[in-house]
């Protein structure tokens, strides 16, 4: 992985450890199904209007936005809005890392070096730990949930990597279109018909800015941006070399619920982070840089 990719690896993991917090601020406005909805409705209608389909399989365009559009955000909101704290949910949702290293390895024989390996252990660990020393915060079925999400968003890896779109920002958009249909109509099974439209309209209101807000940041920034960032590194790169940096996201996540909401991360959850920090560095493989003179590429050590 280069310099550039690790960078851009690193700002995903800001915009994405933010989102829990424009999260934490859609749920007090919407209902949780109809806010995943919305999340992606705003940018389904402009996608169909204005952006070429990507040229790949359709198979890979629905895997992409079931798994990471539609399975992810269904029970991430749903398990925020029954309880599982905002900086804890960046942490649980991040067992994708480990998820999509395991699948890789299983569907698409990618190969685990020893190195990455022992650095993925180190960030489990890491988790492993932040989540016994938050397991008295958030009831069971909370967190299971969210689990459900990560297993979703490790299936949505998989098909971006299997597309291999010439454009990620157009697969990542054309992803958009696939989660608005059945996310409302779980909205309208589970929540009612008129709950997620009253809220809608409450939100065109000065009390209401704060969720369209929301909605943006989670759509352009969290989707837009930083999906379409991650797409294209997935396509560079093996699911076990970029995943792991979704174990940054917490570290965000945790540091910002800190700060703004109050979530207090004890001593454990503090050194936790710094372990699950230095596991993603060791689990990337080192950049060996070619003599000055050499005309030829960087090349990814393996060791």
Not at 181 to 206: K, M
């Amino acid at each position: 992985m280069s310099l550039r990719d690790r960078l851009l690896a690193a700002l995903v993991a800001v915009l994405w450890g933010v989102n829990f917090l424009a999260i934490h601020v859609g749920l007090q406005h919407f209902p949780p199904l109809f806010l995943a909805a919305l999340r992606f409705a705003v940018i389904a209608l402009p996608t169909v209007l204005l952006v070429p389909r990507p040229q790949v399989r359709l198979r890979w365009l629905l895997g992409y936005g079931l798994g990471f559009g539609t399975l992810q955000f269904l029970f991430l909101f749903v398990a925020m809005d029954v309880g599982m704290p905002t900086g804890l949910a960046s942490l649980v949702l991040q067992a994708s890392a480990p998820f999509t290293v395991v699948l890789g390895a299983v569907l698409l024989r990618e190969r685990l070096t020893p190195r990455q390996g022992v650095g993925i252990g180190l960030a489990v660990l890491g988790l492993v730990a932040i989540a016994v020393a938050r397991a008295q915060a958030a009831a069971l079925l909370p967190v299971l949930l969210t689990l459900a999400g990560a297993l979703g968003w490790a299936l949505g890896n998989l098909c971006s990597r299997l597309a291999a779109p010439p454009n990620p920002l157009h697969l990542t958009l054309w992803m958009s279109v696939v989660p608005p249909v059945p996310l409302l109509v779980a909205s309208w099974v589970v929540e009612g018909p008129a709950a997620g439209w009253d809220a809608l309209r409450a939100a065109i209101t000065p009390a209401g800015v704060p969720g369209l807000l929301a909605v943006a940041y989670t759509a352009g920034l969290a989707t837009v941006l930083g999906t379409g960032i991650w797409t294209a590194l997935m396509r560079r790169h093996p699911a076990g070399v970029v995943a792991p940096w979704s174990l940054l996201v917490p570290v965000v996540g945790m540091g910002l619920a800190a700060l703004v909401l109050g979530e207090r991360p004890s001593a454990v959850e503090l050194v936790a982070a710094v372990v699950i920090v230095g596991g993603v560095l060791l689990g990337v493989p080192r950049v060996v840089t070619a003599p000055a003179q050499s005309t030829e590429e960087p090349v990814r050590a393996t060791g």
